[in-house]
C-alpha cells in the first residue's frame, strides 16, 4: 500500500511536516536532504549504525534495535518535550527514557570502576609478562646450553625477574584481600 494514494490521484504532494522536532534531538545528516531514512537512534546507547528509521513528511518513526516507534505525539513525549497544552502525559518520564537513563547510570558506574581496576590491570599484565620472560630465557638457556657464557647471567637475570613477578603478586594479594579495593 503506498502511503499517499490521494497525491497521485490529485497530483498535490502530501503536506510536510516540520522536521523541527526530529531535528533537535536527532542527527539527520545521514539523510543527505531525504525526507526518510535511517539514523542513529537516541534511545539506546550506543547506537553506531542508524536503526532509526525516521519518515519527516508522515511525522513516524521506528527503531529497528529497540523498538521505539510511533509519531510525533509520541517521539516528543520519549525525548520530554511538552506537548500542546502542557497535558500530564508529556509530564512524566517515559519507560524508554527512564530505560536510557538507568543505561546511562551503569555505563557511568562501568567506567568509574574499570577506571578504579585499570592499574591492576596493568600490574596484573607485568607479572604475566615476568613469568612469560623468565620461562623463555630459561628455554634459551636450556638450549644453548650451560657451556656457553651468556646462559648464567641470562638465568640469573631470568630468576631476578620472576622474584620481582611473584612479589609484585604478593602485593596485588595483599591489597586485594585487604578490601582496598572494593
Not at 33 to 55: A, I, K, N, Q
Not at 79 to 84: D, N
Not at 99 to 120: S, T, V
Not at 150 to 169: I, Q
Request: aromatic fraction near 6%; glycine fraction near 10%.
Amino acid at each position: 500500500m503506498r502511503p499517499y494514494p490521494m497525491a497521485r490521484i490529485t497530483g498535490k504532494s502530501p503536506p510536510r511536516l516540520d522536521e523541527g522536532l526530529f531535528g533537535r534531538h536527532l542527527d539527520l545528516a545521514p539523510l543527505r536532504g531525504r525526507r526518510r531514512g535511517l539514523v542513529r537512534c537516541v534511545f539506546h546507547v550506543p547506537d553506531r549504525r542508524g536503526s532509526l528509521s525516521v519518515d519527516l513528511d508522515r511525522g513516524v518513526f521506528n527503531c529497528f534495535a529497540c523498538g521505539a516507534s510511533g509519531g510525533l505525539g509520541r517521539f516528543a513525549d520519549l525525548v520530554g518535550e511538552r506537548g500542546l497544552g502542557s497535558s500530564s502525559r508529556f509530564e512524566r518520564e517515559s519507560p524508554l527514557q527512564e530505560a536510557r537513563r538507568r543505561i546511562l547510570r551503569i555505563a557511568r558506574a562501568q567506567d568509574a570502576r574499570r577506571a578504579e581496576w585499570l592499574p591492576l590491570w596493568h600490574v596484573s599484565d607485568h607479572i604475566r609478562l615476568c613469568a612469560r620472560l623468565a620461562c623463555e630465557a630459561r628455554q634459551w638457556g636450556t638450549v644453548v646450553g650451560p657451556d656457553d657464557p651468556r646462559a648464567w647471567p641470562l638465568l640469573e637475570r631470568a630468576a631476578a625477574v620472576e622474584r620481582e613477578g611473584f612479589s609484585l603478586e604478593a602485593e596485588l594479594d595483599a591489597i586485594l584481600g585487604e578490601g582496598r579495593i572494593s
